[in-house]
């Protein structure tokens, strides 16, 4: 395109955020050099002062209006500052901000048998977290301890956490460090784009049964992974993998943990969970992101025969089932609920990608659009045959599109797909203006 006249605007939105009073971007940068660990220094281009959010829109401190489709890292589901979760979590507040599990506390309960009524089988027994990290170190914990195996078998491209033992089972170079990280076995990821056997998910399920020959001593403590993987570039484990591969690893004498801290939560839309798509229950399942809509907040959820082992140790942590963290869980199941989010995420979703599917008729750098619901994954390349990453080019479409006033995430080894995870309330016209900016800047690029 010439210039970006053809692009509609904005969709309308009723909400103007109150004036701005604070420090400027200099002075929150200049803190953030001196106090801060240089670790945290990871933006996507020139960083944004951002002071304000409601529901699928963010406002920097000029009240310039966002459209935010990368949802805080498919964190904000019901869509940021969502009254209902606000008032939920004020009340909570002002009555009793901490108990502990020590105590009896409603709000703790409450939260845990609905959540619980969100599971399949028998799937009922909740141990609260305070991230995915913890959650999943839980979840590897739990299987060690009730199969007595410490071999743990997870995906290549997998990211499941950033301590030592979620750490060890992320399959990702650039997030790990060279600390120990024992037992874990990394299988084939039955990536239907990149993986040797396409979209054949049984022929990829025959490598974890070698690995279970080859690599450990005939028995494993368990297997861990997405449904869709999401720090990986949205990669949806090909269809069929993971009943083949449940039946494996049963065979071993271990337990299936499928870590739905990104993928699950109603955001796949078809499924309020993602390995629902794939027709199998796991022994346990771990979930965060979008439980709290960014209040810190995971969970464990389990089988009272698998929670038993628990029973024999003294597990505890302080801050796990916070009142007013599982107050904001409940109102965020409520608010799924109430306002139809899984079926929005299905129907807008369903929109978006197949509008994302239609820019590749005209960019060859497009080499794949995939996901489902309200994960959606856009991979770039140079050269569609030898699928050369385009990581350069993902780059400035999102600066382009980051001016356009449309944020959008990247990941994927290779940092060339864009990661589509807005708030689940996002419409078939935000979807709109999205693909329209996303054609604009590949057209500059
Ligand atoms: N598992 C998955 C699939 C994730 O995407 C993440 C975070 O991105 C984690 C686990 C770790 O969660 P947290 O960052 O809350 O520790």
């Known amino acids: 395109y010439e210039d970006d ?10 909400y103007s955020p109150p004036p701005y009073v604070g420090p400027s971007a200099a002075d929150i940068l200049a803190k953030r050099r001196k106090f801060l660990s240089p670790s945290l220094f990871h933006f996507y281009g020139k960083p944004l002062h951002l002071v304000d959010g409601m529901k699928q829109y963010l406002f920097d401190v000029e009240g310039r209006r966002y459209l935010d489709a990368f949802g805080g890292i498919a964190t904000v589901c019901c869509g940021h500052c969502h009254p209902e979760v606000v008032k939920a979590i004020i009340e909570q507040t002002c009555r009793l901000q901490h108990a502990t599990i020590l105590y009896l506390n409603a709000a703790i309960t409450n939260f845990a048998e609905a959540l619980a009524s969100k599971m399949p089988g028998n799937l009922k027994v909740v141990f609260f977290t305070n991230s995915g990290t913890e959650a999943n170190e839980l979840a590897m914990m739990m299987a060690r301890l009730y199969t007595g195996c410490h071999d743990m078998i997870s995906l290549r491209n997998s990211y499941h956490g950033n301590a030592a033992g979620t750490m060890g089972a992320t399959g990702q170079r650039v997030w790990k460090f060279n600390i120990v990280q024992t037992g874990v076995h990394h299988a084939l990821n039955p990536d239907p784009y990149r993986g040797i056997f396409g979209s054949d998910g049984e022929k990829y399920a025959k490598d974890i049964e070698e690995v279970i020959e080859f690599g450990t001593s005939g028995r494993v403590a368990g297997f861990i992974s997405e449904a869709i993987q999401g720090v990986g570039g949205i990669v949806e484990l090909a269809p069929g993998y993971l009943p083949a591969v449940y039946s494996s690893i049963k065979k071993a004498g271990g337990l299936t943990i499928a870590d739905e801290v990104q993928c699950g939560f109603a955001r796949a839309g078809s499924h309020f969970w993602g390995f629902e798509s794939q027709g199998v229950v796991p022994d346990i399942v771990t979930m965060a992101k979008g439980i709290g809509n960014g209040i810190p907040l995971g969970a464990v959820v389990t089988t009272p ?18 009142p007013v963290c599982t107050a904001a869980g409940l109102a965020v199941l409520n608010v799924i609920e109430k306002e139809k989010l899984q079926e929005n995420a299905h129907l807008v979703g369903f929109h978006l990608k197949r509008r994302l599917s239609l820019l590749m008729d005209k960019y060859e750098v497009i080499g794949d659009v995939r996901g489902r619901g309200l994960i959606l994954g856009v991979e770039l390349v140079k050269d569609r045959k030898l699928k050369t990453p385009a990581k350069d080019e993902a780059s400035r479409v999102m600066e382009i599109m980051k001016d356009k006033g449309v944020l959008i995430g990247r990941g994927g080894i290779y940092s060339n797909v864009f990661r589509i995870t807005p708030p689940l309330c996002f419409t078939k016209d935000d979807a709109d203006y999205l693909v329209d900016v996303m054609d604009y800047a590949l057209s500059k690029v």
């Open 305 to 322: 025969e698998v929670a038993e082992v628990l029973t024999q140790h003294s597990y505890f942590n302080t801050f796990g089932g916070n």
């Open 5 to 14: 006249s053809f692009l509609p605007g904005m969709p309308p939105f009723d």
